[in-house]
Structures are given as C-alpha cells and as structure tokens.
C-alpha cells in the first residue's frame, strides 16, 4: 500500500458524509505507519469504540469504508474466526462490524456485515500469525499468500459496500 496522507484517508471513505469523515480519529500511529507492510489499512477509532475504518487501495486510488462493531461481543472461551484473515481466535477477539451500503442503498439505511478481528489489525495477522498446518511451508511464502487473500476478501466486502 502507498503511503496516504490523512486528507486522502478521510476522503476515501465511501459510505460516509463529509461530516462524518472529518469527525473521524486516526489511529494514534498515524504518522509511524508501515505503508509498504500493509495491504489493508484498519484501525478501531478511540473516541468513538464501536467505529472502526478499513482502507484499502483499488485501482491505484485509496477507498475506505467506516464499519461499526456491535456493541456485545462473544465469549472467549468460544472460538471464533476472522473472515477477513482467517484468523482463528477467542471469540471476544472477533466482533461482527456492519458498514452502511453507499449511495442510496445507505441512505435507505441497508447494510452489510462481517466477522472481523476486533482490533481491525488483520493485514498484521495475516502475515505473522501463521496457522499450524502452514508452518512447514516457508513462511515468506505463507505470508504473502495470505496477505493476497486478504486483500481479495476485503475487496469482496468492498464490493458488497459499493453495490
């Protein structure tokens, strides 16, 4: 992903009013961010705990979607899955996180949903957290093909947003 400036982040955002996306907080690292590491930007906003924002790059421009997480969890002694990264974790670790459609599918109040890491931090768990049946492949290898998954599934949420 190519380094964006935080007028770029807030104007990808497709499913949101300008209002809205200029009230937005970006993650506290903001500025540290490592842009070539990432295939998916996503962060939880912390004046605001149940939003979040992912941000992906499509066709060489970025494109955003605010989500909102629901507001009970599951428990962590049930296991749960991301998926975004297909991350096997305590369900407390996953929450469902719905965006509203864009246009006026949005405006008509239609939205979609999916499980997601809670702290939205999926393009790092697909690179480090590598599943036991995969880690006797190289780990290069695995991370790369996860991380392009990744970004194949959060273009599929994507397009579900933009339909």
């Not at 939880?44 to 790059?57: F, H, I, N, T």
């Not at 790092?124 to 590598?130: G, L």
């Amino acid at each position: 992903m190519h380094a964006l400036t935080e007028k770029q982040v807030r104007r990808s955002l497709v499913n949101c009013s300008r209002s809205e996306a200029e009230s937005m907080t970006l993650p506290r690292t903001f500025a540290e961010t490592p842009w070539e590491e990432l295939v998916v930007l996503g962060w939880r906003d912390p004046r605001a705990p149940l939003r979040g924002y992912l941000v992906v790059e499509r066709e060489g421009r970025p494109v955003g979607v605010a989500v909102r997480a629901a507001d009970t969890r599951m428990s962590s002694g049930t296991p749960a899955m991301c998926l975004l990264c297909q991350t096997a974790q305590a369900g407390s670790d996953v929450s469902l996180f719905t965006a509203r459609r864009a246009g006026e599918a949005g405006r008509n109040g239609n939205t979609v949903g999916t499980y997601v890491c809670a702290d939205l931090a999926c393009a790092v768990r697909a690179r480090v957290e590598i599943p036991p049946w995969l880690r006797e492949r190289d780990p290069e290898e695995v991370a790369a093909e996860r991380t392009a998954e990744l970004e194949q599934r959060v273009h599929g949420f994507l397009d579900a947003v933009l339909r």
